[in-house]
């Protein structure tokens, strides 16, 4: 797996993990295709960039796992969104949006 | 937070990874379950799966990275594989740590003594602080003993930069009288503010105060150390205020110093303390030490800084105090300029060049040029096993290490083994340590040889270790972050032997130049040694013995001791078995030298010279035939030289030679600038003989009658038919019935005292370290040529068998490898002696007799070298010649 993706993805993946984590708790491969599918198909994520990035949050006290069992019958870990992961949403949602505002602009301009 | 998930994480990790490969695998088995769902086939999809994720063992340790403490978690893992893996190879493990204990302990060793020479602070409050005071006169040169005035000036108008200056004349040599019995003392004459500014509190009692020691012969009080106070008082706390005598005079006992206090200048180890206003009272000095200016009592000025001052704040202070005084006094004080140096245990200095340093330098880089080659060794003996290793560093990089991880590997194991050569290497340089410490300098001088382990040098040896475990790792880790996964695991071992054999050959260059430049520097001191043991000595050591003493201790004044030398030399010639005996104020390799400026009429000194100096003796009659100095012209000394009779010196041949040049010398006259009233007639001249330490060359020298010249301390020498040692008991039994309360030291024989400190000792303990470090340096030179081209032998073991049943003579291929050793030999020594010339520009001040390009030195240093380097190649060599080709060939 290449590692530009992860790097383009850097800041960003964080965010699209929470925004995808935000209704409900899900799987990684749940997680991996709920941003396939968000994105249209524009960020794939490998689970070389996706489970750290899990991992990571969760120390951090933005997700919570538990295991469960998936569609198939198979246990699968599962995260969901903590109170300050949902805090993080809303502050990285307003961030990337002024961000992408501001890129707009100066590309208008 | 982050501690709280690293132990959460360190407690539960087992848990956590069976989680971990479950949540990966889980993952990987649903991504396929999806695809067959899309109408793949089974298996295909599950290896599609696989790709697509990257690996799952790759994945899980990507994972793996981000947990908190997991880098402390992998460190110990390294830790415990890289032990595993020392523990099964115990032959390398133990050639490599043997290795870097041998370079990490001499560098312990030597590094323990420049510590102690010169890093450890003196025992006292802020020690960093504390400086000492040398003049530089305008004639060039430097001088660091100052009198009382001079301090007073001093201290007064250097208030700016220094907080206290304090005065110590250094070094006395006086009787203690308590008890009726007579001890010797070694003291220090100081100004009151001594204890005051070095900021220490007494173990008992007081110490001298400020406001004592300013009026000539008042305040009459003596402070003992702790250790003089154990020795001889058996550490009673009733001597406080105990009425004792310093060479005959009553002082009073007010104090014991701290424990560990050996006085300011620490490397001599001082046991007693008097106010510098009882020198005139004590010593034979004249009693106006106090207020005279022109007589110098040679007090060394320590000055503390003020705290946050430094010294190069102070250095233009001084210059500004140094040239007032000098326009002040222009015949007195002769200073150009005057500078501070920092005051550490070894003593103060006065001379420009300070060899201290150079010779601690010196042997520093000497002691790291052998743990150098000792890493080289390990170094190349890594790059073997690490060829050996390919293999499994490929399969662990196949199961998910990362570059950075192996890497980290291979460093862990290099240092694990650095750490063991330093604990061995520890226990190596204590050992070093302990031998140096019981040197006997044989000298009657308490110099502490204290080379002990402190956290000082145990962080020194751990820094070593520390960075011999990265230099050594370096090289294996580089190349296994080089080596190509698929390459290492398709080939079946002979993989980038080409690579790796310029780095070792490139390292066993290194290793054969380190290894000669050790050698030359070994070669060029034991040299010198030679030299100076063949030094004519222009006297006869053999069957002397010296007992020296000084009636002063026991309260004579001058009048009273030379009587009593004389008969003391008397009854001795009385003695069966003594040829002669007699008396000399200062004997040679002796604590003390004498000399004096000289007016000689119709001789001009040089310009750049100033005055006329000769070194003087007072000596007995018998002298020159006890010492078996022939004499060339004139008459020896007779009893009817006496203290009222007209002056007569006897001359050696390099003063007749340089004043009077060498014709009718005798009858001329010449007058002693500090003895006006007498001028001196040349009755005889005698062979040039050495007078001081050994090394010295020898100069001008004349020898007064003792009766007209009395100089004490004095000594008794005694020419012997049988051993002389034999006769020691004898004569102090003597002595002692004479005067009971007479202290007798350096009593010892003359062919001993040729190797005591001002003798031989210096240049044989510089000799013996170089060349122990040259040895340990050639021992390490050889196992690394040996080994590396044993190592490119066997790896061309191969290419020799298809050589040869290609038709290659036998001695083809011994030419073949053996050319290989010669390149990497020559090219070894052409650098070694380069280094080596550059190094011996340094120390050619060190040097006696030959320069620092000494050219037979290098011719044989260098000759020897290559012989035994070739030596070391030709096993090899001749080993691959016998390589059978069938066997070459079938191998693999």
């Given at each position: 797996?290449?590692?530009?993706?992860?790097e383009?993805?850097?800041?960003?993946?964080?965010?699209?993990?929470?925004?995808?984590?935000?209704?409900?708790?899900?799987?990684?491969?749940g997680?991996?295709?709920r941003?396939?599918?968000?994105?249209?198909?524009?960020?794939?994520?490998?689970p070389?960039?996706?489970?750290p990035?899990?991992?990571?949050?969760?120390?951090?006290?933005?997700?919570?796992?538990?295991?469960?069992?998936?569609?198939?019958?198979?246990?699968?870990r599962?995260?969901?969104?903590?109170?300050?992961?949902?805090?993080r949403?809303?502050?990285?949602?307003?961030?990337?949006?002024r961000?992408?505002?501001?890129?707009?602009?100066?590309?208008?301009? | 937070?982050w501690?709280?998930?690293?132990?959460?994480?360190?407690?539960?990790?087992?848990?956590?990874?069976?989680?971990?490969?479950?949540?990966?695998?889980?993952?990987v088995?649903?991504?396929?379950?999806?695809?067959?769902?899309?109408?793949?086939?089974?298996?295909?999809?599950?290896?599609e799966?696989?790709?697509?994720?990257?690996?799952?063992?790759?994945?899980?340790?990507q994972?793996?990275?981000?947990?908190?403490?997991?880098?402390?978690?992998?460190?110990?893992?390294?830790?415990?594989?890289?032990a595993?893996?020392?523990?099964?190879?115990?032959?390398?493990?133990?050639?490599?740590?043997?290795?870097?204990?041998?370079?990490?302990?001499?560098?312990?060793?030597?590094?323990?003594?420049?510590?102690?020479?010169?890093?450890?602070?003196?025992?006292?409050?802020?020690?960093?602080?504390?400086?000492?005071?040398?003049?530089?006169?305008?004639?060039?040169?430097?001088?660091?003993?100052?009198?009382?005035?001079?301090?007073?000036?001093?201290?007064?108008?250097?208030?700016?930069?220094?907080?206290?200056?304090a005065?110590?004349?250094?070094?006395?040599?006086?009787?203690?009288?308590?008890?009726?019995k007579t001890?010797?003392?070694?003291?220090?004459?100081?100004?009151?503010?001594?204890?005051?500014?070095?900021?220490i509190?007494?173990?008992?009692?007081?110490?001298?105060?400020?406001?004592?020691?300013?009026?000539?012969?008042?305040?009459?009080?003596?402070?003992?150390?702790?250790?003089?106070?154990?020795?001889?008082?058996?550490?009673?706390p009733?001597?406080?205020?105990?009425?004792?005598a310093?060479?005959?005079?009553?002082?009073?006992?007010i104090?014991?110093?701290?424990?560990g206090?050996?006085?300011?200048?620490?490397?001599?180890?001082?046991?007693?303390?008097?106010?510098?206003?009882?020198?005139?009272?004590?010593?034979?000095?004249?009693?106006?030490?106090?207020?005279?200016?022109?007589d110098?009592?040679?007090?060394i000025?320590?000055?503390?800084?003020?705290p946050?001052?430094?010294?190069?704040?102070?250095?233009?202070?001084?210059?500004?105090?140094a040239?007032?005084?000098?326009?002040?006094?222009?015949t007195?004080?002769?200073w150009?300029?005057?500078?501070?140096?920092?005051?550490?245990?070894?003593?103060?200095?006065?001379?420009?060049?300070?060899?201290?340093?150079?010779?601690?330098?010196?042997?520093l880089?000497?002691?790291?040029?052998?743990?150098?080659?000792?890493?080289?060794n390990?170094?190349?003996?890594?790059?073997?096993?690490?060829?050996?290793?390919?293999?499994?560093?490929?399969?662990?990089?196949?199961?998910?290490?990362g570059?950075?991880?192996?890497?980290r590997?291979?460093?862990?194991?290099?240092?694990?083994?650095?750490?063991?050569?330093?604990?061995?290497?520890?226990?190596?340089?204590?050992?070093?340590?302990?031998?140096?410490n019981?040197?006997?300098?044989?000298?009657?001088?308490?110099?502490?040889?204290?080379f002990?382990?402190?956290?000082?040098?145990?962080?020194?040896?751990?820094?070593?270790?520390?960075l011999?475990?990265?230099?050594?790792?370096?090289?294996?880790?580089?190349?296994?972050?080089?080596?190509n996964?698929?390459?290492?695991?398709?080939?079946?071992?002979?993989?980038?032997?080409?690579?790796?054999?310029?780095?070792?050959?490139?390292?066993?260059?290194?290793?054969?130049?380190?290894?000669?430049?050790?050698?030359?520097?070994?070669?060029?001191?034991?040299?010198?040694?030679?030299n100076?043991?063949?030094?004519?000595?222009?006297?006869?050591?053999?069957h002397?013995?010296?007992?020296?003493m000084?009636?002063?201790?026991?309260?004579?004044?001058?009048?009273?001791?030379?009587r009593?030398?004389?008969?003391?030399?008397?009854r001795?010639?009385?003695?069966?078995?003594?040829?002669?005996?007699?008396?000399?104020?200062?004997?040679?390799?002796?604590?003390?030298?004498?000399?004096?400026?000289?007016?000689?009429?119709?001789?001009?000194?040089?310009?750049?010279?100033?005055?006329?100096?000769?070194?003087?003796?007072?000596?007995?009659?018998?002298y020159?035939?006890?010492?078996?100095?022939?004499?060339?012209?004139g008459?020896?000394f007779?009893d009817?030289?006496?203290?009222?009779?007209?002056?007569?010196?006897?001359?050696?041949?390099?003063?007749?030679?340089?004043?009077?040049?060498?014709?009718?010398?005798?009858?001329?006259?010449?007058?002693?600038?500090?003895d006006?009233?007498?001028?001196v007639?040349?009755?005889g001249?005698?062979?040039?003989?050495?007078?001081?330490?050994?090394?010295?060359?020898?100069?001008?020298?004349?020898?007064?009658?003792?009766?007209?010249?009395?100089?004490?301390?004095?000594?008794?020498q005694?020419?012997?038919?049988?051993?002389?040692?034999?006769?020691a008991?004898?004569?102090?039994?003597?002595?002692?019935?004479?005067?009971?309360?007479?202290?007798t030291?350096?009593?010892?024989?003359?062919?001993?005292?040729?190797d005591?400190?001002?003798?031989?000792?210096?240049?044989?303990?510089?000799?013996?370290?170089?060349?122990?470090?040259?040895?340990?340096?050639?021992?390490?030179?050889i196992?690394?040529?040996?080994?590396?081209?044993?190592?490119?032998?066997?790896?061309?073991t191969?290419?020799?068998?298809?050589?040869?049943?290609?038709?290659?003579?036998?001695?083809?291929?011994l030419?073949?490898?053996?050319?290989?050793?010669l390149?990497?030999?020559?090219?070894?020594l052409g650098?070694?002696?380069?280094a080596?010339?550059?190094?011996?520009?340094?120390?050619?001040?060190?040097?006696?007799?030959?320069?620092?390009?000494?050219?037979?030195?290098?011719?044989?240093?260098?000759?020897?070298?290559?012989?035994?380097a070739?030596?070391?190649?030709?096993?090899?060599?001749?080993?691959?010649m016998?390589?059978?080709?069938?066997?070459?060939?079938?191998?693999?």
């Amino acid at each position: 797996m290449g590692n530009e993706q992860t790097e383009l993805l850097q800041g960003t993946l964080d965010m699209l993990i929470l925004k995808s984590l935000a209704l409900g708790e899900m799987h990684g491969l749940g997680i991996s295709r709920r941003i396939e599918q968000i994105t249209r198909g524009t960020f794939q994520v490998k689970p070389g960039s996706l489970f750290p990035a899990l991992h990571r949050m969760e120390e951090q006290g933005w997700l919570k796992a538990s295991w469960g069992e998936s569609e198939n019958g198979r246990r699968a870990r599962y995260y969901q969104l903590t109170r300050t992961g949902r805090k993080r949403l809303g502050s990285e949602t307003e961030r990337w949006s002024r961000i992408s505002l501001a890129i707009e602009r100066a590309l208008e301009a | 937070m982050w501690l709280k998930n690293a132990v959460k994480n360190w407690m539960g990790r087992r848990r956590a990874e069976a989680e971990l490969d479950e949540e990966v695998r889980g993952y990987v088995e649903m991504a396929a379950e999806e695809k067959v769902r899309n109408g793949a086939d089974a298996r295909g999809a599950r290896r599609e799966a696989i790709l697509e994720a990257g690996g799952v063992e790759q994945v899980k340790e990507q994972a793996r990275e981000v947990r908190a403490g997991h880098f402390l978690e992998t460190l110990w893992q390294d830790i415990r594989y890289g032990a595993r893996m020392l523990r099964k190879a115990p032959g390398f493990t133990a050639v490599a740590v043997l290795t870097l204990a041998l370079g990490i302990g001499a560098n312990t060793s030597i590094f323990s003594m420049v510590d102690w020479l010169m890093l450890r602070p003196l025992p006292v409050k802020d020690a960093g602080q504390l400086t000492y005071l040398v003049a530089q006169l305008k004639s060039g040169g430097y001088e660091n003993g100052f009198s009382f005035p001079n301090y007073d000036d001093i201290r007064n108008q250097s208030t700016s930069v220094f907080s206290n200056v304090a005065g110590v004349q250094p070094f006395q040599m006086d009787g203690l009288n308590a008890d009726g019995k007579t001890m010797q003392i070694w003291t220090n004459y100081v100004t009151g503010n001594f204890f005051e500014m070095l900021g220490i509190k007494p173990a008992l009692g007081r110490f001298i105060l400020p406001s004592e020691g300013k009026v000539a012969g008042a305040d009459p009080v003596l402070v003992l150390s702790y250790s003089y106070w154990q020795a001889h008082f058996d550490e009673d706390p009733n001597v406080i205020g105990r009425k004792v005598a310093v060479n005959g005079q009553p002082v009073t006992i007010i104090g014991i110093a701290p424990k560990g206090f050996q006085g300011a200048l620490a490397i001599l180890d001082t046991q007693g303390y008097l106010p510098v206003s009882m020198a005139g009272t004590t010593l034979a000095a004249k009693s106006d030490v106090l207020t005279n200016r022109q007589d110098e009592i040679g007090m060394i000025l320590i000055g503390r800084l003020k705290p946050g001052e430094n010294l190069l704040a102070a250095q233009p202070v001084l210059r500004v105090i140094a040239k007032r005084l000098s326009s002040q006094y222009p015949t007195i004080d002769k200073w150009s300029s005057m500078e501070a140096r920092k005051l550490t245990a070894a003593p103060p200095s006065a001379g420009n060049s300070q060899p201290l340093p150079v010779i601690a330098g010196l042997f520093l880089f000497l002691a790291g040029m052998v743990l150098l080659l000792a890493c080289v060794n390990v170094a190349n003996l890594l790059l073997v096993r690490a060829g050996v290793r390919g293999r499994e560093m490929a399969v662990r990089a196949a199961l998910g290490a990362g570059r950075g991880r192996l890497m980290r590997q291979l460093f862990t194991e290099s240092i694990l083994l650095a750490l063991l050569g330093c604990a061995g290497g520890i226990a190596l340089g204590i050992g070093g340590s302990r031998a140096l410490n019981s040197l006997n300098l044989g000298t009657a001088i308490p110099v502490r040889l204290d080379f002990n382990f402190n956290w000082r040098v145990f962080s020194y040896a751990f820094a070593a270790a520390l960075l011999t475990g990265i230099v050594v790792g370096f090289v294996p880790a580089i190349r296994a972050s080089l080596g190509n996964l698929n390459e290492v695991l398709h080939e079946a071992g002979r993989t980038a032997t080409g690579r790796r054999q310029r780095m070792s050959s490139t390292l066993v260059v290194a290793q054969v130049a380190g290894s000669l430049m050790l050698l030359i520097v070994a070669g060029l001191f034991v040299r010198s040694l030679r030299n100076v043991q063949h030094t004519n000595l222009g006297f006869d050591p053999s069957h002397v013995l010296n007992i020296s003493m000084d009636p002063h201790e026991a309260g004579y004044d001058s009048a009273k001791g030379a009587r009593f030398l004389h008969d003391l030399a008397e009854r001795v010639r009385t003695l069966p078995g003594v040829r002669s005996a007699s008396i000399a104020a200062t004997v040679p390799m002796g604590l003390e030298t004498y000399g004096a400026d000289l007016k000689i009429v119709g001789y001009e000194p040089p310009k750049d010279q100033g005055s006329i100096f000769a070194g003087e003796n007072g000596v007995s009659p018998e002298y020159f035939e006890t010492m078996n100095i022939p004499l060339v012209e004139g008459r020896g000394f007779l009893d009817s030289d006496e203290a009222n009779a007209p002056h007569v010196a006897i001359i050696n041949e390099t003063m007749a030679k340089k004043y009077w040049r060498g014709k009718d010398t005798l009858g001329r006259q010449f007058t002693i600038v500090d003895d006006p009233a007498h001028p001196v007639q040349i009755v005889g001249v005698v062979k040039d003989s050495v007078t001081g330490s050994i090394s010295e060359t020898i100069g001008p020298y004349f020898y007064l009658p003792f009766t007209q010249k009395y100089i004490a301390p004095a000594t008794l020498q005694v020419r012997t038919k049988a051993a002389p040692e034999s006769m020691a008991s004898g004569i102090l039994g003597i002595i002692r019935e004479i005067e009971p309360a007479m202290p007798t030291f350096d009593v010892q024989t003359m062919t001993k005292a040729l190797d005591t400190i001002n003798g031989l000792m210096l240049y044989r303990l510089g000799a013996s370290l170089a060349a122990l470090l040259g040895c340990l340096g050639l021992l390490l030179a050889i196992v690394g040529v040996y080994g590396v081209l044993s190592y490119a032998a066997s790896q061309r073991t191969h290419e020799i068998g298809i050589r040869v049943a290609l038709g290659a003579q036998r001695g083809q291929i011994l030419k073949m490898i053996f050319r290989q050793g010669l390149l990497i030999v020559g090219v070894g020594l052409g650098v070694g002696i380069l280094a080596a010339l550059g190094i011996s520009k340094m120390i050619g001040t060190l040097l006696v007799g030959i320069g620092g390009a000494d050219p037979l030195t290098y011719a044989v240093v260098s000759t020897f070298l290559a012989i035994v380097a070739l030596a070391a190649c030709w096993i090899p060599a001749r080993r691959a010649m016998k390589v059978d080709p069938m066997v070459a060939l079938r191998y693999e």
